[in-house]
Structure formats: structure tokens, C-alpha cells
């Protein structure tokens, strides 16, 4: 490897900041610093952490003392010259869209991804708190902080980029003309200029004060990946999807300066604080350029993408990252300084040995193994090729096994060597991909699933193939033996289970039930249940022998696992949550909250005491079941479809002071402080109360209470009916920010609405019941649109400059009406079916607590709150 002298200048200017805002970012540091950090800010029930998550960005502090680390569980903090562990800042949740520091490091944030919407969190790094979600909406692909770090650019592939205030979270500015398809956002040094990138591979740059556009700098045929500003604000270098090399380009002028040459893709780019070197991260390479000469020093050292470069303040250190290493170099020499080791990328491939002492995990080139006894990484096997999403132990914990496309390799799980490779594949291997490996407990056998040619190969001792199962239809997806070893289990992506007689290879029985791909197995220890997580949202639970389906659980969930005893099953779920089944009763008895990601592999250490999930936000939690959390209701099947799937309040003893009572609580006395509306239903046979413990049902007519509906996590803040009445709404306070739909007929929960970012003021039931609007309050500002039947969110609408406080329907369903609290003062009148804003009513000195519409639609009646005290009639 080429390497070289790189012009530095000495007069690299150092940012200086108070000592008090460092004491401040580093908090806590002599607390947790001699402790391990395995077990810093677990969340409850775990014992400990493995894996330190996937590196997302990194940055210096001002001062370059430390380094701080995104990654997909928090922000790590580490002494920027030991290279030690200093704090983990956790996050629960996963910012794997897009993130930025602010310059003085005082601030994180970062946009998470959801099925529905992506939203951007604010962080205060100084007291490690939440500070506020600035925006939530589908297709945010950047963010960046201005250079005095007050204002926030966030750039979205569906609308222009907009501008936000940091202090206040208020939108300011959206740049004018801008199109949208944006996938890169950038302030200049001085912060009069913001740079955007597309997809549809144009470099614009406008004026970050009033919106206004300035020019065009650059037009490609494939999207922007990034856009770095030289420190002196005189050079843009441009990084393009698909496109080897960096452009450079001339502020000034607009005109293109430069292009650096490289044999691979870049990802990241950054400028030394002088300007005079270009650091940029490739496929396994870091390029640096002299910006002087154009000489190029190429570094070697990560196996995966480099996905951020950084330099230090005084420019004399380069830190580079890809997803699971950080590497520390010498930026005049090109010469690496250090490593800081143990991030992890999401993970592909998981097995643990029978005596629970070890655990695998696998992820394209690298396979890990980490000792549960130390808490440590024992190992690293290197493959160096894509594959490791598929391992196995042999029962005795010798041999691993690790799929490497159509190829089966065996490791010494003592020495760490590479011992044998198998071939799984008949002619060509084209196509041809192990999905599924696993060995049967007596070890006599082993078992492979193809993804290319919907065959299952089964493998007597020695490794000699015994058998090619035939007669799936589409890729086998998932394999489990059963505690004899006679039967073996295979999913597929055609839905259904097939078993297997090993000694034979004969077709046994075919158990059909999934609508979608099997994505996991397991047999209980007895082998009478055979257990299965398919991606149709359900976990089945099969009899074996007749292949009766026992029963089914609604759950959105990629692996299960049971017990060493065959009473609990485990459910690593897409939501991150880890939940634990009572097999007996088919009710939950845990759930394990901590993962950022889904959880893809859990299963228990043979004593049954511990749990161990592993997701993919790159790390293994253990948890202690000792300390699990029993849940104190039952489930039933409520829309009879043969699917234990709803919580029911226990409201079989009359005595109110019992129902829904908290582990351990012998009875309640009260009933909670009247915390929402009082609501009748349209028979005016029932009364709905929202407290703060829950929502009471009464009889209008004798005033008993008949039920006590539980399930929000902080007050009820509104209610609303179902013009048939069998339906109840509910909205929970700021802790909780879902709406509940209850069935008032049985009590139990029919589905829970999520994605408000703050507490839900009002509630309102479209004429035809198949709509519910709900009103976002403190920090939300929007309305939403759901469908009932299936809990979709279809629309959001934004307007509001504060809490929404109120909602309502005109008669028809086709027109919906809003009111905004005191800092809005507006009703806003927005078209149902074409989601687009109608009107707006301006003329409430303070909020708007409610609203209502005339019998014929065509007047609508706003009362202020307590500030306004008037009643106002619209013409609609």
C-alpha cells in the first residue's frame, strides 16, 4: 500500500468550550467508567448487554478529547486517546434513517424509521434526556444542524426541504421551489447557504435565510449520496450513488473543479479542518487527497463499508467507521493509531450451545463468538464472503456450522478454525443458497434448507449426505428437529410445515395454516407441540402427530423458542419486544422491552433462568427471568378467527376493588381522578368515565359499574362512540400517545392505534363508523385519519401550530373539522377524501375545546376554552 506525506497546516484552529459544558457531555463518566460496560443502561429484566450495536455516525467533541458514536442502540462516548468506553447515552429507538450532531455537540438527532412514518428526535446530549420529536412523516432521508446549531435542515423524497427551529421545534422556512426526491442536506461553513441533494442527481444551493434558490451546481444520472462542504466554504465535494470517485466543485463559480478517481463506490466523505485533505470511505478502503497535489494515500483495514470518516479538531487524527469498527489514523502518514472493537452489525445468523455457555452470531464476512460466563467476545472466525445468516451448533459444542452460499462450512469452535467445507448443491451452485442449518440433539444427524431448489438435505454423522427432502413448493425458510431426533420440521415460503421420519426421509405429515413464509420452528422438550412464527403476522401452535392446529396467537413475530421445561414459549417480535406464553392457558406472562430493532433469535440457556434475544440492532441482551413482570389479564379470541389475539379485563367478580388489580395488590380503593370526557353511548344505556387508571363503563340507568377497560399507559384523555355503539375509543395522555378500541359489549381491547408523539386531546367516529379521527396534542400538532376495522393509519394532516384539541365530522363524513389550543386559535376544515385542507376559521382569542356540526352539515359551532369563553356559528 501506497503511502505518503500529507500536507498539513500547523495553524489548524482549535473550537474551544466551556469546561462546564464538557463536565456536562461526559456526565456520569467516574460512575460507569470502572464499571463494564455490558451492563451499562440495560433496561429491566436484563443482565446484561453483548454487542455495542451498528455504528451510524461518528464525530469528535469540540475540544477532541472524546469521540462520540451513533449507533443503532445510543450514543457511546470514548476517550478520544485511550480509546476506552467512557458512557453509553441509550436510545430506545433505532436511527438508522439519518444523523447529525450539532457543532458543539450538545445535541443529537436522528430520524427512525416506522412502517408508517420516519420522525426526527432531538436529543440533549448534556442531560441525557429527549428533547423533542421535531416531525414525523414518511420518506426522511437527511438531516443536518446549521453551523450555530439552531436551526435543523430536514430533507424529505416526497416534499421540499424545510427548516426548523432547534430551540422552540417550530418550523421556520421550506425552500422555495425545491421538488422534493431529496437525499442530502448541507449547511455552508457560514450557514448562509444550504446544498441539497436528489434523486434525481442535482446539487442545488439556496439561501438558508429566506428559502430563496441560488443555482444549480450539479446534474447526474443517478441520486446524491452526500455533499460536504470544505471548512473554508470555497469546495463542495459531491459523493454519487453508483459512481466511483468524488467531484469537487467551485462554490463561486458553480463549476466543476476536480474529479478524484477511485476503483469503488464512496459512502462518506469529510474535509480536514485546514481544507487541504479529502478523507473518503469506499467498499473495505479510506482515501485521503492531498487537495494541493491530488495525491491519493489509499488505507486498508475495515471488512465492510466505511459508513462515516471524522476528522479531530487539529486534524492530526483521522477516525473512520464502518458498521462494526473504528479505526483511529494518523492523517499526515496514513499510518493506523488505534481500534476501538465491540460494535456489532444486525444480526444475520444466531445459535447458542446446548450448554448455554457460548453464543454465535453471524454477519456477511465475520462470525463472533461470545462467552456468557465472562460476558466477552471470545472469537472471531473471518469467512471474507457474504453468507453467516444461517449457524448451528453441534450438540456437544465443537463444531459450528455456517452457511456461505450453496456451501456449508465447519469451524473448531476451540481452536477458532476452519475445519471442513460441505457442498449442499448438485451441478451448479448458481441459485442454489443455504437458508436453514441445524443438528439433532442426539447428533446424529444434520440438516440443511435451500433457498434455490425447495429441498432439504439431511446428513447422517460424518457429515455424509443421507437424504434430499422433496416437496415444498417455494425456499425452505426454517428447520428444528424434535428431542428424540426422529422427526425433523421444515418451513417454508409457501406457507406451510412439513415433517420428516430422519431415519427413513419419508414425508410424515404436511401442517397448513400460514398465509405467508414460515420464518421460524420449535419443538417442546416433550415433543408434543411443535411451534411456528410465520410473516403473516402469527405464531401457531401445532400438534404433531395428528397436525391439528392447538392454537394461534396473533403476533408479529420471527423466532420462537421454549422453555427447558415446555411451559413458557418465547416470541422475538419485528416491534423489539421480547414476549413470554404461558403454554398452558395460551396467555402472555412477560414482555421484555430493550431492543431498538426486531428481535430475530431468542432462546433459553438450559436451566431456563435466562433468556437470550438477539436483534437486529446488533446486540444480545440476557435477561433474568427471575425477575419477569406477570401480566394480570387473560386473552380470548374476540373476532372468532381461531386466534387468541386481545387483552380482556378480568371482570368476573363483581367487587369493582378487584378488577384489573396490579401483581402483588390485594385491592383498589377509588377509582382515579376523572382525567377525560363523560360520554354516553348513542343508546344511553352506558356511560363512559376516562380516569387516570383507566376508562369505567356504567349503567346509565342504575349507575353500577359494569366494567373497568385497562390498558393506557398514562391518563384517558378523550372518548368517543361508535355510532352503532359497540365500539369505545380511548386516548391516551402524553406517556402513552396511543387511541385504544374497545369492544363494549365484552370489554376487551380490539386494536390499539400508534403514532401520535403526544397525547390524544379528541376523538371522533366518522357518520359511517369505518373512519376514527384523532387530535395530537403537546408537540404532536396533527390529525389522523384511521381505518377502524384494520387499525391503518391512512392520512395525517398538519396545520396546526399547537395541540390540536378538538375534532369533529360533518354529517356526511366528508368534511372534518379541527380546533387548535391557545397558541393556534384556529379551526381548521379539511376534505376527508382528498386529504387536502378546505378552510380555515380564524377568530377564537384562545383554544378551542369543541366543536360540532349542525344536523344538515351546513353550520359549525366552536366553543373556546377558558381564556376565549365564546361560542362562534360557521357558515361551512
Known amino acids: 500500500m501506497k503511502t505518503m506525506k500529507l500536507k498539513r497546516n500547523p495553524q489548524t484552529h482549535i473550537v474551544n468550550v466551556s469546561l462546564m459544558s464538557l463536565i456536562l457531555l461526559i456526565c456520569f463518566l467516574s460512575s460507569v467508567f470502572a464499571e463494564d460496560y455490558t451492563h451499562w443502561s440495560l433496561p429491566y429484566g436484563a443482565k446484561a448487554r453483548l454487542g455495542k450495536g451498528s455504528i451510524r455516525e461518528l464525530t469528535y467533541t469540540p475540544d477532541g478529547n472524546h469521540i462520540l458514536v451513533a449507533s443503532s442502540i445510543g450514543i457511546w462516548t470514548y476517550d478520544a486517546h485511550t480509546m476506552e468506553e467512557q458512557n453509553l447515552f441509550s436510545m430506545r429507538a433505532s436511527h438508522s434513517v439519518a444523523t447529525a450532531f450539532s457543532p458543539d455537540r450538545q445535541m443529537f438527532a436522528g430520524v427512525s424509521w416506522d412502517v408508517d412514518d420516519n420522525k426526527v428526535d432531538l436529543w440533549d446530549l448534556a442531560n441525557h434526556q429527549h428533547k423533542e420529536t421535531l416531525k414525523e412523516q414518511k420518506y426522511i432521508k437527511s438531516i443536518a444542524f446549521s453551523p450555530n446549531g439552531k436551526t435543523l435542515a430536514i430533507g424529505n423524497a416526497d416534499e421540499p426541504v424545510q427548516l426548523w427551529n432547534v430551540d422552540t421545534g417550530e418550523y421556520t422556512a421550506t425552500l422555495v421551489g425545491d421538488q422534493g426526491r431529496g437525499t442530502s442536506v448541507v449547511f455552508s461553513p457560514d450557514g448562509k447557504t444550504v446544498a441539497t441533494g436528489s434523486w434525481d442527481g442535482t446539487v442545488r444551493l439556496w439561501d438558508a435565510g429566506t428559502g430563496e434558490y441560488k443555482t444549480t451546481l450539479a446534474e447526474h444520472a443517478e441520486g446524491i449520496r452526500a455533499i460536504v462542504f470544505s471548512p473554508d466554504g470555497k469546495t463542495v465535494a459531491i459523493v454519487v450513488y453508483n459512481t466511483i470517485g468524488v467531484e469537487l466543485w467551485d462554490v463561486d463559480t458553480g463549476k466543476q473543479k476536480l474529479i478524484l478517481q477511485t476503483e469503488k463506490n464512496i459512502f462518506c466523505a469529510a474535509f480536514s479542518p485546514d481544507s487541504q485533505t479529502l478523507a473518503a470511505g469506499g467498499w473495505r478502503e479510506l482515501y485521503l487527497w492531498n487537495m494541493d497535489t491530488g495525491e491519493r494515500t489509499t488505507l486498508t483495514a475495515h471488512l465492510e463499508e466505511v459508513v462515516s470518516v471524522a476528522f479531530s479538531p487539529d486534524g492530526e487524527t483521522l477516525a473512520s467507521a464502518s458498521p462494526d469498527e473504528l479505526h483511529l489514523w494518523d492523517s499526515a502518514y496514513g499510518t493506523q493509531k488505534g481500534s476501538i472493537t465491540g460494535h456489532t452489525q444486525y444480526l444475520r445468523g444466531f445459535a447458542v450451545s446446548s450448554d448455554g455457555h457460548t453464543i454465535a452470531t453471524g454477519n456477511q464476512e465475520k462470525i463472533r463468538l461470545w462467552d456468557t460466563i465472562n460476558m466477552s467476545e471470545k472469537t472471531t472466525l473471518f469467512d471474507d464472503d457474504w453468507g453467516n445468516d444461517s449457524l448451528a451448533f453441534s450438540p456437544d459444542g465443537s463444531i459450528l456450522a455456517s452457511n456461505m452460499g450453496a456451501r456449508i462450512r465447519l ?466
Open 411 to 876: 469451524w473448531d469452535t476451540a481452536t477458532g478454525t476452519h475445519r471442513s467445507t460441505l457442498t449442499a448443491y448438485i451441478g451448479s451452485a448458481r441459485g442454489s443458497i443455504i437458508r436453514a442449518l441445524t443438528f439433532s440433539p442426539d447428533g446424529c444427524f444434520f440438516a440443511n434448507g435451500h433457498m434455490g431448489d425447495e429441498t432439504v438435505w439431511l446428513w447422517s454423522a460424518g457429515f455424509t449426505r443421507k437424504k434430499i427432502l422433496t416437496g415444498h413448493s417455494k425456499q425452505v425458510s426454517s428447520l428444528a428437529f424434535s428431542s428424540d431426533s426422529r422427526t425433523l420440521a421444515s418451513g417454508s415460503f409457501d406457507g406451510t410445515i412439513r415433517l420428516w421420519d430422519t431415519e427413513t426421509g419419508t414425508h410424515k405429515i404436511t401442517l397448513a395454516g400460514h398465509t405467508k413464509w414460515v420464518e421460524s420452528l420449535a419443538f417442546s422438550p416433550d415433543g408434543k407441540i411443535l411451534a411456528s412464527a410465520s410473516s403473516d403476522g402469527t405464531i401457531r401452535l401445532w400438534d404433531p402427530i395428528s397436525g391439528a392446529n392447538i392454537a394461534t396467537h396473533i403476533e408479529n413475530t420471527e423466532s420462537v423458542a421454549f422453555s427447558p421445561d415446555g411451559k413458557t414459549l418465547a416470541s422475538g417480535n419485528y416491534d423489539g419486544e421480547v414476549r413470554l406464553w404461558d403454554i398452558t392457558t395460551g396467555t402472555p406472562k412477560a414482555i421484555r422491552i430493550g431492543h431498538t430493532e426486531e428481535v430475530s433469535h431468542v432462546a433459553f440457556t438450559p436451566d431456563g433462568s435466562t433468556l437470550i434475544s438477539g436483534a437486529y440492532d446488533g446486540t444480545i441482551l440476557l435477561w433474568d427471568l427471575g425477575t419477569a413482570i406477570d401480566t394480570t389479564v387473560k386473552l380470548e379470541d374476540v373476532n372468532n378467527d381461531d386466534a387468541i389475539n386481545h387483552f380482556l379485563p378480568n371482570t368476573s367478580d363483581q367487587d369493582y376493588t378487584l378488577w384489573n388489580l396490579p401483581k402483588a395488590a390485594k385491592a383498589r380503593i377509588g377509582k382515579g381522578w376523572i382525567s377525560g370526557n363523560i360520554l354516553f353511548s348513542p343508546d344511553n344505556n352506558m356511560l363512559a368515565v376516562g380516569t387516570s387508571i383507566g376508562t369505567w363503563i356504567y349503567d346509565a340507568q342504575t349507575g353500577k359499574a359494569l366494567n373497568l377497560l385497562r390498558g393506557h399507559t398514562d391518563v384517558v384523555k378523550s372518548l368517543a362512540f361508535s355510532p352503532d355503539g359497540k365500539t369505545l375509543a380511548t386516548g391516551g395522555g402524553y406517556d402513552d400517545k396511543t387511541v385504544r378500541l374497545w369492544d363494549t359489549n365484552t370489554g376487551t381491547l380490539k386494536i390499539t392505534l400508534s403514532g401520535h408523539t403526544g397525547h390524544v386531546n379528541g376523538i371522533a367516529f366518522s357518520s359511517d363508523g369505518r373512519t376514527l379521527a384523532s387530535a395530537g396534542g403537546y408537540k404532536d400538532y396533527t390529525v389522523r385519519l384511521w381505518d377502524t376495522k384494520t387499525g391503518t393509519h391512512t392520512a395525517t394532516f398538519y396545520g396546526h401550530v399547537d395541540s390540536v384539541v378538538s375534532v369533529a365530522f360533518s354529517p356526511d363524513g366528508k368534511t372534518l373539522a379541527s380546533g387548535g389550543n391557545y397558541d393556534d386559535k384556529t379551526v381548521q376544515l379539511w376534505e376527508v377524501d382528498t386529504r387536502k385542507h378546505k378552510m380555515t376559521f380564524i377568530g377564537h382569542t384562545g383554544g378551542i375545546s369543541n366543536i360540532a356540526f349542525s344536523p344538515d352539515g351546513r353550520t359549525l359551532a366552536t366553543g373556546g376554552g377558558s381564556i376565549d369563553a365564546m361560542i362562534y356559528l360557521w357558515n361551512v
